[in-house]
């Protein structure tokens, strides 16, 4: 891979991501969910920092190995953010960008997977 991580789209996704998750533990009612806001905003940073850890290694099947766990962690993401809105936390409007962004950005992860392979 000659382009750095900062410049894939999924990346910025990830930081997106990142960013609206982090608003939204912010709120009230998340004040008092220590360990779940910890554990949101542990895997929405895996996925970045798994993109970035991936890339530096420039060998495809190394990138994969660490574009699957981003995957992996986009998916905790997306869980918890369905858990948030059953412990009724949050309102489904609330959590709407984030979620449909976290399955935008696993269909990215999978695609970038795919284009991977094809160049081994």
Do not use: H, W
Not at 88 to 109: A, G, H, M
């Amino acid at each position: 891979m000659t382009k750095s991580f900062e410049e894939f789209e999924v990346y910025k996704k990830g930081i997106l991501l990142a960013k609206l998750i982090f608003e939204l533990v912010n709120n009230k009612p998340f004040e008092r969910e220590f360990g779940f806001k910890d554990q949101i905003k542990r895997a929405v940073i895996s996925i970045t920092n798994n993109i970035a850890e991936g890339s530096e290694y420039n060998n495809n099947k190394q990138f994969i190995k660490y574009l699957k766990i981003a995957k992996g962690s986009c998916s905790e993401v997306r869980s918890m953010l369905i858990l948030a809105k059953e412990l009724e936390l949050t309102s489904p409007l609330e959590i709407e960008k984030s979620y449909y962004l976290s399955i935008e950005i696993s269909q990215n992860l999978s695609n970038f997977i795919k284009y991977l392979k094809t160049k081994m």
